[in-house]
């Protein structure tokens, strides 16, 4: 058998996998809570994301979606070496013992997965009906908010290489207007919990399975990984909570 397709490799792939969307989780909250700033925040944000050089935006794309697929295939295939070689009544008694987040982590994750697939159609791809963003983004109260906007900066305008108006897409709107239908919010709200509940036990897990994890420290990397589950959570939450409750307004 090769080393990747070991009970060992399977471990090595789902931690290291893990690892890349745990940072990359961290990335995205710190990049989206610029939208509690200036609108040039976010939006010069985005325009920079979507204009990398090289294609490298695809880059990384491709290579976040090989750690998706990889992530799910190891966990998959692991927990069914699991039970068939652990007899029912044990794994009974073992899982007295474990967090609900450990036991749920499959479960946890797959919603995590269908959260992120409604995610990207709807603020990458823009296609969820009633929420396309691609001519006016409009909210629930009905105000209408162009897709695109000049890059704005203390009353400066930004301009391209030609001394042409820089026209970016409006990221600030287009996160206004979502969060401010209420369910939408409440999915995002409820998407991110799951999300902390999943890196709460596998932050900690991560370390077991690339043998960084000893007794001693078991219980200071547990701690470690709730902190970063509950940061998450409350990063992420915060943005839909401010924008339903009316605490970040949008420029126009
Ligand atoms: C309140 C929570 C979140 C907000 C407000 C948010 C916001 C956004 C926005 C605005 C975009 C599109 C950026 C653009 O095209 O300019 C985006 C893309 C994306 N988001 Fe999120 N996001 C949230 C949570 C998450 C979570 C929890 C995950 C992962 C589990 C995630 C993964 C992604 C991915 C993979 C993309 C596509 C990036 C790309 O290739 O363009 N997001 N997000």
Request: net charge positive.
């Amino acid at each position: 058998m090769s080393l990747l397709a070991s009970s060992l490799g399977k471990k090595y792939i789902m931690a290291l996998s893990g690892l890349v969307l745990s940072l990359f989780v961290l990335g995205h909250m710190v990049g989206n809570l610029q939208v509690f700033g200036d609108p040039y925040l976010i939006n010069a944000y985005g325009y920079k994301l979507q204009h990398l050089p090289y294609g490298l935006l695809w880059v990384v794309r491709l290579f976040l979606l090989l750690c998706v697929v990889a992530h799910i295939w190891a966990a998959i295939t692991l927990k069914m070496e699991n039970k068939k070689a652990r007899p029912e009544d044990y794994q009974t008694k073992a899982t007295v013992q474990a967090s609900l987040a450990s036991r749920t982590m499959i479960m946890s994750g797959l919603i995590i997965l269908c959260f992120l697939i409604f995610h990207l159609l709807h603020y990458t791809v823009r296609s969820v009906p009633g929420h396309e963003y691609n001519h006016a983004i409009v909210a629930s109260d009905g105000t209408e908010y162009p897709a695109e906007v000049p890059l704005v900066l203390n009353g400066k305008t930004k301009v391209d290489a030609y001394g042409k108006p820089l026209i970016v897409h409006n990221v600030h709107g287009m996160m206004i207007a979502g969060f401010s239908y209420p369910l939408l919010s409440l999915f995002y709200i409820i998407g991110t919990y799951l999300l902390c509940m999943h890196l709460s036990h596998g932050v900690s897990s991560m370390f077991q399975s690339l043998g960084l994890r000893n007794e001693g420290w078991r219980y200071r990397l547990d701690a470690l990984a709730k902190v970063y589950g509950w940061i998450t959570f409350i990063g992420y939450a915060s943005i839909p909570l401010s924008i339903w409750f009316g605490l970040v307004q949008a420029s126009s």
